[in-house]
């Protein structure tokens, strides 16, 4: 019987081979592109190259962090933290760390990842990339731009809604399962 590609041990060859396909193929495309306009794609290029540097950062920090909770994190420690009993240290928890977080959402994908491996709740995930929205570098401007009220009643909606969210997002994986 065939193995899928789930069922293929990590370190094995041909999953190894299967992680450069998408590289070499978007290599093939670069190269190809290069015969028939080669300005456009040295454009191309110029422009990834400016958004692997500005990833770059984020990117390598979430690896560091789940190198990190992999080495010391339990699921034990995660699921009492993060998990479905944490009450209400886990919703302030969660709505801090997203409303702190910076760089591009995807690039904590793979920790959330990681962390919902470990026990976190679906809710408390869902929490923190709502919360991602409220940003309080950016609450200067929004009070000096918009006023107190506007600004306080955003930030009550928004943590209302990232709540919200997460309650749905929790029942629809509920569901799922």
């Given amino acids: ?24 193929a978007v290599l093939g495309v670069y190269l190809a592109g ?8 040295l454009e191309a290029a110029h422009r990834s190259g400016s958004i692997l540097r500005q990833v770059a950062v984020p990117i390598s920090v979430a690896c560091v962090m789940i190198i990190l909770l992999n080495r010391f994190l339990s699921p034990k420690q995660a699921a009492r933290f993060l998990g479905q009993g944490a009450g209400i240290r886990g919703i302030l928890f969660s709505s801090l760390a997203g409303i702190v977080s910076m760089g591009p959402v995807y690039a904590w994908y793979p920790l959330l990842l990681t962390l919902k491996e470990k026990g976190v709740s679906t809710f408390h995930i869902a929490n923190f990339i709502a919360c991602r929205s409220i940003k309080p570098v950016l609450l200067p401007v929004l009070i000096a731009s918009f006023g107190w009220l506007y600004a306080t009643t955003f930030l009550v909606f928004s943590l209302a809604a990232a709540l919200l969210a997460a309650v749905v997002v929790s029942l629809a994986a509920g569901w799922e399962e």
């Fill in 1 to 24: 019987m065939k193995k899928t590609a789930k069922q293929q041990k990590p370190g094995s060859e041909k999953s190894w081979r299967r992680g450069w396909i998408f590289p070499l």
């Fill in 34 to 41: 290069f015969l028939f306009a080669p300005e456009t794609i």
